[in-house]
Every structure is written in structure tokens, then in C-alpha cells.
């Protein structure tokens, strides 16, 4: 496993992934920023890289966001790993019902304006104030 700190954004819109990443590097260039552009392949880093945090968008091909919340916190080895979900709309049933599968947290994606504000607070809280659990590599 990486010693440095990561972040794993799983976000299908490359422009808006693009943007975040941009954001991220200035706000938070401690922590390592990874990016999937689908669930599938969200699961082979997570699985092989271990993110301290997943930024996970709802709506995606494929696989969509709960389903992948459900693969994670159904996994004894993956559980562990917070997930922020992300969501257009801040009546979205579905985003409620991630809480149902156990996300962490759900924000709503802020325009370009309040994106650098939210991606400090999620830097601040995640990364700075929050003891985030370590990965212990299955014995046997």
C-alpha cells in the first residue's frame, strides 16, 4: 500500500473531473488525487491501492454509485474506507438511500465558484480532523 495519503474521485464527467482535479492540487497537495471513470474501475484501485477516502459520483454507465457503495461496504476488507457521495440534486432520493448503504456523507456538486470552497472543507475534515482508519493487510 501507498504511504502517501490518497484521495480516490470516481466521477464519469471528465470535464468536471478535470476541474476537481485542478482544484484539488492547489487546496490539498498533501494528499494524492486518483480519478475512475466508472465503477469498474473505481473497484480495481480501490482494491489495489487503498484510498483513504472515495469521492463518488451517483450517476454513472454501468455501474452506478450504489451499487458500487454496496460492493464497498459489503466487502469486509473495503468497508472501512469512508465514501463521500456526490449528487446533482439535493432532493435526491438516491442520495439519501446511500446513506442507507452506509456513505459517510453526501454534498451536493457545488458550481465552479463553491468547488474550491467545498473541496477545503472535505481536505480540512477528512484529512486533517478526522482519524481515518488504517489498513491492515488480512494475516493468514
Do not use: C
Not at 474501475?41 to 455501474?63: E, R, S, T
Not at 470552497?117 to 482508519?133: D, K, Q
Amino acid at each position: 500500500m501507498p504511504s502517501s495519503r490518497s484521495l480516490l474521485l470516481v466521477e464519469n464527467d471528465q470535464s468536471y473531473a478535470y476541474l476537481i482535479g485542478r482544484l484539488w492540487s492547489q487546496v490539498a497537495p498533501d494528499v494524492t488525487l486518483r480519478v475512475a471513470k466508472d465503477g469498474h474501475m473505481a473497484l480495481d484501485q480501490i482494491a489495489n491501492l487503498q484510498p483513504d477516502l472515495v469521492l463518488l459520483d451517483l450517476v454513472m454507465p454501468d455501474m452506478t454509485g450504489l451499487e458500487l457503495l454496496r460492493l464497498l461496504k459489503s466487502s469486509d476488507e473495503l468497508t472501512r474506507i469512508p465514501v463521500v457521495v456526490l449528487t446533482a440534486y439535493s432532493h435526491d432520493h438516491n442520495a439519501w438511500e446511500a446513506y442507507h448503504e452506509l456513505a459517510n456523507a453526501f454534498v451536493v456538486k457545488p458550481d465552479e465558484e463553491e468547488l474550491r470552497t467545498m473541496l477545503s472543507a472535505i481536505h480540512a475534515f477528512w484529512f486533517t480532523h478526522v482519524l481515518l482508519p488504517l489498513y491492515r493487510a488480512p494475516t493468514g
